[in-house]
């Protein structure tokens, strides 16, 4: 497990016994591209594995401006208090354009960012949402295996990286801003359908309208039947600020972890992810493939020609493509 930024060994030993130079050495040949370094992280994680799944995973996401940062930086502080450890992942399908926006959360996370009982991690630029999501799993079960019992993971994109931070997770919280009115017409539906809870934040500086924007909310839900029979998401008024609300809502997250543990719906979702996961890691390795393979690159450039010189059609250009896959 040498060679490169890797220059020393990172052991399973290492890494559950919560160094922390170790975990981090160990995401970075998690990250990393060389065939040596992935082989060596593939090792090193099923040696883990045992070592992982106890965590309470937290996905959290909203609106721009609506206080993510500020909210994981006092819930997190809140639960190192507890005695908790605290681990912040991101997902963020912007990151190879950005470098991530959670590396400028990191300096707004100022309690977290100091607490020794915390670590925060960018997610890691990638070709593929897929693939960042697959990187941020990968991180996650290093960071419980470190003994990390509470991940956090923020989705710090748009679009598809709700989903993607729902398939990672055991719970979804869904951040919102008070004064809800027209807002409310512009949510997309899923989000509300992935939501195990509505947080409407800055209830200390807007407390008529957050009770009034958790009322639409709810009334919104109601429409909508819920993900589990045994669960119906509630809607809270917090201050990501003073903390106002955030033990309620750390208790929801225990009561809905307790109700799904009992029906064993739980352990069903994450054997589903499991499988979300393999194919999110085969469909990473195939457009590595399309994009490092030589002989495909050399074709590639003819076939979109012929494509755009209207000699070949879309579908026969695809099946020559597979067939330089080995497919």
């Given at each position: ?6 220059k ?14 170790a ?9 990393s ?18 070592r992982t ?13 609506v ?14 208090e ?7 992942l991101?997902v ?11 590396l400028g ?6 309690q ?15 070709g ?18 470190a ?26 919280l869904?951040?919102?801003?008070p ?8 949510i ?18 807007a407390?008529?309208?957050a009770k ?5 909310y709810t ?7 819920p ?12 201050s ?5 609300g ?9 009561d ?7 029906t064993?719906?739980?352990a069903a979702?994450?054997r ?12 990473e ?8 393979d030589?002989?495909?690159?050399q ?15 879309p579908?026969?250009?695809?099946s020559e493509?597979?067939k330089?896959?080995?497919?």
């Amino acid at each position: 497990m040498t060679g490169g930024s890797q220059k020393k060994t990172v052991t399973a030993e290492m890494v559950a016994s919560g160094d922390r130079a170790a975990l981090a050495r160990a995401i970075t040949l998690m990250e990393s591209r060389r065939p040596d370094h992935r082989e060596a992280a593939r090792a090193l994680l099923q040696e883990l594995m045992p070592r992982t799944g106890k965590a309470v995973r937290i996905g959290i996401t909203g609106v721009p401006g609506v206080g993510k940062s500020t909210t994981i930086d006092t819930l997190g502080s809140m639960l190192t208090e507890k005695g908790h450890k605290v681990a912040v992942l991101a997902v963020d399908p912007s990151s190879t354009r950005t470098g991530g926006a959670i590396l400028g959360d990191k300096t707004r996370m100022a309690q977290l960012a100091a607490d020794p009982n915390a670590f925060i991690r960018p997610s890691p630029s990638s070709g593929t949402l897929g693939g960042v999501a697959a990187k941020t799993r990968e991180t996650m079960l290093l960071c419980e295996a470190a003994g990390f019992d509470v991940i956090l993971v923020e989705t710090v994109g748009v679009g598809q990286s709700e989903t993607a931070v729902a398939d990672l997770t055991d719970f979804f919280l869904v951040l919102m801003l008070p004064g809800a009115g027209d807002e409310l017409q512009g949510i997309k539906k899923g989000i509300l359908e992935l939501a195990d809870l509505i947080a409407v934040n800055k209830a200390d500086d807007a407390g008529a309208k957050a009770k009034k924007a958790a009322a639409e909310y709810t009334a919104a839900l109601h429409i909508l039947a819920p993900a589990s029979p045994t669960w119906t998401p509630p809607v809270l008024t917090v201050s990501g600020l003073t903390g106002q609300g955030l033990d309620e809502l750390w208790a929801k997250v225990l009561d809905h972890r307790k109700r799904l543990e009992a029906t064993g719906e739980l352990a069903a979702k994450r054997r589903a992810q499991d499988t979300k996961w393999m194919w999110a890691l085969v469909h990473e390795r195939l457009h590595e493939r399309l994009t490092h393979d030589s002989a495909l690159r050399q074709r590639v450039p003819e076939i979109e020609r012929a494509i755009a010189g209207g000699t070949l059609s879309p579908n026969a250009a695809a099946s020559e493509i597979v067939k330089l896959l080995g497919i």
